[in-house]
């Protein structure tokens, strides 16, 4: 059975970091695209930032500059650098994975998600 695993949530206090790991277990093929989505109590699903086979990124508008998607190949384990975090950026993080199609569009449109983890929380004090 195909599955997500994250960890490295926590809390931490505004201007702080954390780093996001997503380790995916039982996958009999590679994903066009990897990535991070966020959803905030009582708002949808955020795309945050996602991963090309090629390696190319995408990140939202909101997170530009402060995170890094990245990933070690040698460790199958996809990564979420993320600095300088605000309050805002309090959420339960989702690493996710889309099977075809590559990335373009896929941060505004969860549903092509074909698989999610169980999310990793992030909260971020003022």
């Known amino acids: 059975q195909m599955q997500l695993v994250e960890s490295g949530g926590g809390s931490v206090q505004a201007g702080g970091s954390l780093r996001l790991s997503c380790v995916p277990y039982?996958?009999?093929?590679?994903?066009?695209?990897m990535g991070w989505f966020r959803q905030a109590p009582g708002k949808e699903r955020e795309g945050v930032a996602n991963?090309?086979?090629?390696?190319?990124?995408t990140y939202a508008d909101s997170v530009k500059g402060r995170f890094t998607i990245f990933r070690e190949n040698a460790k199958n384990t996809l990564y979420l650098q993320m600095h300088s975090l605000k309050p805002e950026d309090t959420a339960m993080y989702f690493c996710?994975?889309?099977?075809?199609?590559?990335?373009?569009?896929?941060?505004?449109?969860?549903?092509?998600?074909?698989?999610w983890g169980q999310g990793t929380q992030v909260t971020v004090s003022s």
């Open positions: 996710a994975s889309k099977r075809w199609g590559g990335c373009q569009g896929w941060l505004n449109w969860p549903v092509l998600t074909n698989y």
């Open positions: 039982g996958y009999t093929y590679s994903p066009d695209c």
């Open positions: 991963i090309a086979s090629d390696g190319s990124t």
